[in-house]
């Protein structure tokens, strides 16, 4: 039964549902704020070509100067393998601690999102109040599965024909089986 019990925590559990509920309400809140920000857009594009024009010449002179940075770096770089693979070592240090950092800012997020979502649920669920407090909650049930072992299929067998004064049974057929060794040994 721990498979059932499994399936019964995960379909009562609504934190997806919430979450869910919540990340759509936050897109429609994004939405809402399109239209604005395209008029915004829309009346300072002339200004956002010249600034685009600007960033661009200064974009190639930082490539020329950062050309010149990378070919002193190389030309610079420790010869020593210790030393280098101490700098790589540290480096994964630092990357192993970012993606833990990131992976907390996730949780904290899906969990952000999954009260968003809650407070959503709850003021459209019909029966809520008026200042938007939940309903009580159904309890969500789960019949459990009753699992079925295979069951093998005899073939069915040939009804033997009626004979005329005995009642010798005909003959069986070979099945494909012992039909495809006899075949194979002839």
Same mark, same amino acid.
């Given at each position: 039964?721990?498979?059932?019990?499994?399936?019964?925590?995960?379909?009562?559990?609504?934190?997806?549902?919430?979450? @869910? &509920?919540?990340?759509?309400?936050?897109? +429609?809140?994004? /939405?809402? *704020?399109?239209?604005?920000? !395209?008029?915004?857009? #829309?009346?300072?594009?002339?200004?956002?070509?010249?600034?685009?024009?600007?960033?661009?010449?200064?974009?190639?002179?930082?490539?020329?100067?950062?050309?010149?940075?990378?070919?002193?770096?190389?030309?610079?770089?420790?010869?020593?393998?210790?030393?280098?693979?101490?700098?790589?070592?540290?480096?994964?240090?630092?990357?192993?601690?970012?993606?833990?950092? @990131? &992976?907390?800012?996730?949780?904290?997020? +899906?969990?952000? /999102?999954? *009260?968003?979502?809650?407070? !959503?649920?709850?003021? #459209?669920?019909?029966?809520?109040?008026?200042?938007?407090?939940?309903?009580?909650?159904?309890?969500?049930?789960?019949?459990?599965?009753?699992?079925?072992?295979?069951?093998?299929?005899?073939?069915?067998?040939?009804?033997?024909?009626?004979?005329?004064?005995?009642?010798?049974?005909?003959?069986?057929?070979?099945?494909?089986?012992?039909?495809?060794?006899?075949?194979? &040994?002839?």
């Amino acid at each position: 039964m721990p498979i059932t019990d499994e399936i019964k925590k995960t379909l009562s559990d609504p934190t997806p549902l919430y979450a @869910l &509920a919540g990340a759509g309400d936050l897109a +429609y809140e994004k /939405l809402r *704020e399109v239209p604005g920000r !395209v008029e915004a857009l #829309a009346a300072d594009r002339k200004g956002a070509q010249e600034k685009a024009t600007a960033t661009l010449q200064e974009a190639q002179s930082l490539l020329t100067g950062a050309q010149a940075k990378v070919t002193e770096t190389v030309t610079g770089m420790p010869t020593d393998l210790k030393a280098l693979q101490e700098r790589a070592q540290g480096f994964a240090l630092q990357q192993v601690a970012r993606a833990v950092e @990131l &992976a907390v800012k996730a949780k904290e997020t +899906y969990d952000e /999102l999954a *009260e968003r979502g809650k407070v !959503v649920v709850d003021k #459209a669920r019909p029966g809520a109040s008026e200042e938007g407090e939940p309903s009580e909650r159904p309890e969500l049930t789960v019949e459990p599965v009753e699992v079925v072992e295979p069951v093998e299929v005899a073939e069915p067998a040939e009804p033997a024909p009626a004979a005329e004064g005995g009642a010798e049974p005909a003959p069986k057929k070979p099945s494909r089986a012992r039909k495809g060794a006899a075949d194979a &040994a002839e």
